[in-house]
């Protein structure tokens, strides 16, 4: 009877923890398809809308508020997006969410590209 007891614990243990780490997959591709759509929004701007971005917001801003809300929520979920100058015509942008999951442990997820004037993306927005 306790072995029975002992295996009925740990099965039921075992899948709480299943069921976090799936919680915890299914988040961070969501966050992850989140931070992807704002970074190619990023990439599809302009110099000048880069620019504007940043005389606006700041060099430092969030987005993305809107997830943190409603029944289908990422719990306190917090996206920022950083524009930082690394050389006159050259910037880096960072974008980076943190959440807390079911257990209450504080997760995060950051992507970061560079973005040149007369670049790659630059030349793309001006060209199509």
Known sequence: MVILAMVIGSSVVSMG?????????RHATRISQILQTEMETMRS??????EELVSSEGKESKFAAHYAEGEDRIRDLVATRTIEDVKTDMKRITLTATWKDSTGVERDLSYSTWYGKEGLSDYYTRVF
């Open 45 to 50: 701007m302009s110099w000048a809308e880069v």
């Open 17 to 25: 923890y299943g069921f976090t780490r799936i919680e915890n997959a």
